[in-house]
């Protein structure tokens, strides 16, 4: 079993940044490649970015690819999204999931573990 916490959601001004963190527990958090999503209201759950277990491998979302960079630290079980040029269109609840099949899909649904999100609001 594996709990995941997101944290560091809020409110910023388009053009800003904000750092989103996940902390899990539980099982070796090495063991697992790692997914961000997002929901906005209305619409469906959508990929962010995924990384592999070593977080030797990262992918992204193109919506997002420049501005976003997702990162871990396998020794304080952490997954991190560092969000930058931050638009209103990303506006939505950030989850973080894990995945213990040995890569990062990109659907939300084949993970094995989510978090709860955390919101974040960009205003115009």
């Known amino acids: 079993q594996v709990q995941l916490v997101e944290s560091g959601g809020g409110l910023v001004q388009a053009g800003g940044s904000l750092r989103l963190s996940c902390t899990a527990s539980?099982?070796?958090?090495?063991?697992?490649?790692m997914g961000w999503f997002r929901q906005a209201p209305g619409k469906a759950r959508d990929y962010v970015a995924t990384?592999?277990?070593?977080?030797?491998?990262?992918y992204y979302a193109n919506s997002v690819k420049g501005r976003f960079t997702i990162s871990r630290d396998n020794n304080n079980n952490t997954l991190y999204l560092q969000m930058s040029s931050l638009k209103p269109e990303d506006t939505a609840v950030y989850y973080c999931?894990?995945?213990?099949?040995?890569?990062?899909?990109?659907?939300?649904?084949?993970?094995?573990?989510r978090g709860q999100g955390t919101q974040v609001t960009v205003s115009s």
């Open positions: 990384i592999s277990r070593s977080g030797g491998t990262t």
């Open positions: 539980g099982r070796a958090f090495s063991s697992y490649a």
């Open positions: 999931a894990a995945s213990n099949r040995g890569w990062a899909p990109v659907d939300y649904d084949d993970y094995d573990y």
